[in-house]
């Protein structure tokens, strides 16, 4: 199995700044791809950033939040700045990679949550 355990959230004022962290643990051969989702109230869950090989970010966290990784540690972070209310929401952790002993993953963390105050 492989767990992933987020930590982080809270609440903030508009403008201020959070930072997420996710590590991952258990039966982990490679981590190929780590990232961050967000599930607002009665919204589906859309990615926010997501670093493996290349670096993504949706246009609406673009030049505010920034993703980064610590391979030792199995860790990826987020850290959020100018954060504003429409931010608010749970936020997830993914990894997808290869098991110790054969086979794919893609597991999801418990949640973060992230409120934004105005």
């Known amino acids: 199995q492989v767990q992933l355990v987020e930590s982080g959230g809270g609440l903030v004022q508009a403008g201020g700044s959070l930072r997420l962290s996710c590590v991952a643990s258990?039966?982990?051969?490679?981590?190929?791809?780590m990232g961050w989702y967000r599930q607002a109230p009665g919204k589906q869950r859309e990615l926010v950033a997501r670093?493996?090989?290349?670096?993504i970010y949706a246009d609406s966290v673009k030049g505010r939040f920034t993703i980064s990784r610590d391979n030792a540690k199995n860790t990826v972070y987020l850290q959020m700045n100018s954060l504003k209310p429409e931010d608010t929401a749970v936020y997830y952790c993914?990894?997808?990679?290869?098991?110790?002993?054969?086979?794919?993953?893609?597991?999801w963390g418990q949640g973060t949550q992230v409120t934004v105050s105005s």
């Open positions: 993914n990894a997808q990679g290869l098991r110790l002993y054969g086979g794919d993953y893609d597991e």
């Open positions: 258990g039966s982990i051969f490679r981590i190929n791809v």
């Open positions: 670093s493996g090989g290349s670096t």
